[in-house]
Structure formats: structure tokens, C-alpha cells
């Protein structure tokens, strides 16, 4: 987990299918880690300035006719892959590893796709990878060697950390808790700021006061090692303010967070059965 000292280049040809938020996060991260343009292939109907940018650079963007690479990361989402992901079945077999970031997409139906030889990661990240702080958690089938786990770990690395699972069965309750989880924290933002508005504080302020706090105590949990019971007492002093506002949240958000977290994983179950 962490570390960015691996030589991205060293991954060889990357060839990317889809290039949206997350798609383009992840590109963004491997130029700015030292990946060149001319080892990038891209395959993305709707190219965004930035992705036309990077093409006049030297990146091949919906080339002609596709060149084999090392690496083929599969970002399209979920209901498009049956459609996107067979136009790269030349590539099955072995020669290139197949790391695929799509929520509940077995790694099973990749290897009916592209053969069972093929190597296929199947990997969770999540868009603070758009700012080099994303978490990311894969696991490998059983073509997938050492050297195609180290790639797709310099890859993910590449926008924040990266975590090895045990196999694909964790991948739904990852999807659930760190793969949407940044949305859940976005609507904590949203929550506190209308809890500020509530007492009578102006929507601006209300919204500057919970977005600063989020990032400040989430800047904080990333900084000190102390465990996140320790950093919550720090803030609540005995009979104070901030025990009796646990005592109102400590009631229901355990449980309200782990139905969230269960819904998500079982919609990433429910694709998996489409
Ligand atoms: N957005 C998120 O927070 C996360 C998304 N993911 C996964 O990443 C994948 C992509 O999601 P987003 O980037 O959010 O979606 P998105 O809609 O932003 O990007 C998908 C891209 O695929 C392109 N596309 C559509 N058809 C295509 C085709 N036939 N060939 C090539 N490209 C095609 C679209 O034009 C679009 O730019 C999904 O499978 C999703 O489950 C994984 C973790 C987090
Ligand atoms: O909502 C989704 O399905 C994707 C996967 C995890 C985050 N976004």
C-alpha cells in the first residue's frame, strides 16, 4: 500500500476503453507518474478537451487499427462492457493483462470474453484518484502471474493506494464501502450543512463551515496514526457539546451505515447476475 516510486513506464503499452471520470483520472495519474503519451492508446466515443490535448501530444486516440498492449484497462461503465470490452477479444490468450475497474463485472465473465488463459485483474478504485488520494483494491484470476499483480498495483498506485484482496469474493463489500464511499461522505457535506441552516446560519457559510470541517478532520485522520475512536474523543470533552451530538448520532448511524454499505454491495451482486 502506497509509494509511487515504481517506473510506470516500465508497464509497457497501455491501452485504455473508456475514458470518463474514472477512466480519466487514472490516465491523468500514469501521465503525470512519467507514463509517455506514445505508449497510450485510448478508445473513447466521446473525447474530452483534455483527452484531445493529450493525443496531440502523442497519444494514439481511436486509432485505426489497435496495436497489442501490455496493459488493457477496461473503464466503460458496467452496461457497456458486453458491448465494448469483445472489441478487444484479439488480445485474449495471454499476451496482455486485462485490468477491468467496472463495478460487478465478475472477473468470470472476462475470461468467457477473452478465453480463460487470459490475465484479468478486476480492480476497485474510487475518484479521489482524481487527486492522486484514491484507494484502490484488486484481486487477480488465476492466469494472472506476480508480474501482472506488480503492474496493476503501479497502475492503481499511480492515483493513491493500492490494496491486494484475498479474491473477488471481498470485491462487492469494497465496492460498497470505499468505491462508493466518497459519495456518502459528499452527502455528510450536504447533511451538516443543511443541520447549519437549520440553526439559522446562512447557506454559505453553513456550506463553508461543514465542507471545511470534512476535509479538515479527514486530512487529519490521514495524517495521524492514532486510531478514529481516538481522534473522535479528542473532540468531546466530558458533559460537553459534542457528547450530545454523538449521543443523537451514535444511535443511528452504525446502523444506517451498514444498510448503506449492504445496498451498494448487493446492487454490485445484482449487476454481476445481469
Ligand atoms: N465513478 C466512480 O466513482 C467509479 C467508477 N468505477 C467504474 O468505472 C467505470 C467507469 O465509470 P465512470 O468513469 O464513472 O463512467 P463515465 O460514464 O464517466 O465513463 C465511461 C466512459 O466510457 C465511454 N464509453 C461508452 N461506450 C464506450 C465504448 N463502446 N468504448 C469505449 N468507451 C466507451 C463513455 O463515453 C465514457 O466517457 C464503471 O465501470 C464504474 O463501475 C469504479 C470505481 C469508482
Ligand atoms: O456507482 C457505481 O456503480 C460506481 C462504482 C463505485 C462508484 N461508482
Known amino acids: 500500500m502506497g509509494g509511487n516510486e515504481a517506473d510506470i513506464s516500465?508497464?509497457?503499452?497501455?491501452l485504455l476503453l473508456g475514458c470518463g471520470r474514472?477512466?480519466?483520472a487514472m490516465l491523468a495519474g500514469w501521465l503525470a507518474g512519467g507514463l509517455r503519451p506514445g505508449q497510450v492508446q485510448v478508445i473513447e466515443p466521446h473525447p474530452s478537451d483534455?483527452?484531445?490535448a493529450r493525443a496531440a501530444e502523442g497519444l494514439a486516440l481511436n486509432p485505426g487499427a489497435l496495436e497489442q498492449p501490455d496493459v488493457a484497462v477496461l473503464a466503460v461503465k458496467p452496461q457497456m462492457m458486453a458491448e465494448a470490452a469483445p472489441g478487444l477479444a484479439a488480445f485474449g490468450g495471454g499476451g496482455t493483462l486485462m485490468l477491468s475497474v467496472a463495478a460487478g463485472t465478475p472477473i468470470a465473465r472476462f475470461e468467457a470474453m477473452f478465453g480463460?488463459?487470459?490475465?484479468?485483474i478486476r480492480a476497485m478504485p474510487n475518484t479521489?484518484?482524481?487527486?492522486?488520494?484514491?484507494?484502490?483494491?484488486?484481486?487477480g484470476n488465476a492466469a494472472a502471474t506476480e508480474t501482472h499483480h506488480a503492474t496493476a498495483d503501479i497502475l492503481l498506485r499511480a492515483v493513491g493506494k493500492?490494496?491486494?484482496l484475498e479474491g473477488e469474493h471481498q470485491m462487492d463489500a469494497v465496492t460498497g464501502l470505499s468505491g462508493s464511499g466518497p459519495a456518502y461522505v459528499f452527502h455528510l457535506i450536504e447533511a451538516m450543512a443543511a443541520a447549519g441552516e437549520a440553526q439559522g446560519l446562512a447557506p454559505d457559510l453553513a456550506m463553508t463551515l461543514a465542507r471545511e470541517t470534512v476535509c479538515g478532520a479527514g486530512a487529519l485522520a490521514g495524517q495521524d496514526p492514532a486510531p478514529a475512536a481516538v481522534l473522535r474523543e479528542n473532540v468531546t470533552s466530558p458533559g460537553g457539546t459534542t457528547a450530545a451530538g454523538l449521543?443523537?448520532?451514535m444511535e443511528e448511524l452504525p446502523d444506517l451505515m451498514r444498510r448503506t454499505v449492504a445496498a451498494a454491495a448487493d446492487r454490485g451482486r445484482e449487476l454481476a447476475r445481469d
Open 162 to 164: 493500492a490494496v491486494r
Open 22 to 24: 474514472m477512466g480519466g
Open 247 to 249: 449521543a443523537v448520532l
Open 116 to 120: 480463460p488463459g487470459t490475465p484479468i
Open 50 to 52: 483534455w483527452l484531445g
Open 128 to 139: 479521489p484518484a482524481a487527486i492522486g488520494r484514491g484507494i484502490s483494491a484488486y484481486t
Open 10 to 14: 516500465a508497464v509497457g503499452r497501455v
